[in-house]
């Protein structure tokens, strides 16, 4: 989301774990943030608020943007009616196996350097 500009508060990003296995390591991230991406319908009428409430995230939003904070109750309520449409590509074009690849591959190619010209120096 750094990458797309796309990160006004860093509260989504810091919500992000990676938890390591033996051989791998898994990124984690909290459900919601898939509906960044894909979107979301319009609140139910039974919906239980969340914690913190959506008009205080957005507010919180709408003050890192910039935004003055009387809209944010008028963006509470378009999503309340309408829903959010989400961002194709938010989360999988990042976190895409191209894009891992690409960051990756500079940082192998360095540690083979390394252990190239270790072993160079020990074989001398």
Known sequence: MQANGRDATGQTAKQ?????GDNSAQLQ????MQLLETGRGPTSPDA????????????Q???AKGIPDKAAWAIKKSIDK?????IPGLLTEPLGNDNINLRLNSV???IADG??????GLIE
């Open 16 to 20: 992000l774990t990676i938890v390591e």
């Open 82 to 86: 309408k829903g959010f449409k989400g």
């Open 48 to 59: 239980v608020a969340g914690n913190p409430p959506m008009i205080q995230r957005i507010q």
């Open 108 to 110: 192998m190619d360095s």
């Open 115 to 120: 252990i190239i010209e270790e072993l160079t």
């Open 29 to 32: 991230l909290p459900g919601y």
């Open 61 to 63: 939003w709408c003050q």
